[in-house]
C-alpha cells in the first residue's frame, strides 16, 4: 500500500450542502443506526440464550446478525459523525480499514445466504431424516467458518490490489463511504486494470453461490409441491419465506447499486443507491427475520419481559 505517502485523506461525499439538511441527515441516519443495533443485538442475544433457537437455523441466523451489525457499523458511524461534525475528512488507514471491513462482511454476509443458509433450507425441507447427520454442530461451525473465511479472503486481496495502486486524481471520493470503484476512479490511467483479474474470479465464485441457490430453491419448491398436507406446504413456505426475502433485499439492492448502466450514473444517484445497500438490509433483516417466525418472536418477547421485570425489582428497595 504505497499511496499512504501520497495521499494522508480522502474526502468523503457530504449528504447535504446546507448545514440544516446536514442535521437532518444526522438524525435520520443515527435512527437508523440504533434501530439496526437493537434489532440485530436482539436476535444474537435472543438466538444465545435461549436454548429452543440452539438449531443450525438459528445458529446461521445468529451469525448474519453479526455481519449485519458489523458492517452497518463499518461505515454509519463515520458518516454520522461527519454530518454532526460538519467535515469530509477520512483518514487513509481508516479508509483502507473500512474498505477491508466492509468488503469482508459483504462477502461473508453474501456466501451466508446463498450458500449456508439455502443449505439449510434444502436439507431441512428435501432431506429431513438426515438432518442431524448433515447438519451436525461441527459441520454448522465448519460452514459458517468457510463463509467468513472467504469473506476475508476476498476483502485481503481486493484491498491490497486496490490501495498498492497508484492514485493521481485527488482524493475526493464521490461516496459517503470508502468503495473500491471510487477509489479506483482516481487511480493513474490504467494502473486500475490489476483489479480486473481479481474481480473477474470474485464474480465467478458469487455466481457460483447464486446458481447454488437457485438450484436448491428449484429443488425445495418441487418437494413442498409434493407434500399431501395443505398445512405441511404452508409450514415449508413459511420456513423459506424469510430467507428468501432477505436473500431478495441483499441481492436487489446491491445489483441496483453496481448494474445500473453508466448513463444512469451520478454523485447524488450513487449516493442514495450506496445507502440502500449498505444501510437497508442490515436495518431491515432482523425485522424480516422475524417476522413469520413464531417461536423467535416469543422467545423475543420473553426475553424483553424478563429484562425489565429484572431491572423492576432491582428498582424495589429491600425491605424486612
Known sequence: MANGSSIAQFLLLAFADTRELQLLHFWLFLGIYLAALLGNSLIITTVACDHRLHTPMYFFLLNLSLLDLAS???TLPKAVANSLWDTRAISYAGCAAQVFFFLF?????YSLLTYVMAYDRYVTICKPLHYGTLLGSRACVHMAAAAWGSGFLCALLHTADTFSTPL??????????????????LSCSDAYLSEGGLLVVSLSAALGCFVFIVLSYVR????VLRLPSEQGRHKAF????PHLSVV????????FAYLKPPSASSPSLDLVMAAVYSVVPP?????????RNKLLQEA??????????SSYKLQIPFHK
Open 220 to 223: 425445495i419448491f418441487r418437494a
Open 238 to 241: 413459511s420456513t423459506c419465506l
Open 248 to 255: 431478495s433485499l441483499f441481492l436487489s439492492a446491491g445489483m
Open 72 to 74: 452497518i457499523s463499518t
Open 283 to 291: 436495518a431491515a433483516n432482523p425485522l424480516v427475520c422475524s417476522m
Open 300 to 309: 423475543i418477547r420473553k426475553l424483553i419481559s424478563w429484562t425489565f421485570s
Open 168 to 185: 493521481c486524481q485527488g482524493n475526493a471520493l464521490d461516496q459517503f463511504f470508502c468503495e473500491i470503484p471510487q477509489i479506483l476512479k
Open 105 to 109: 462482511l459483504l462477502s461473508a454476509e
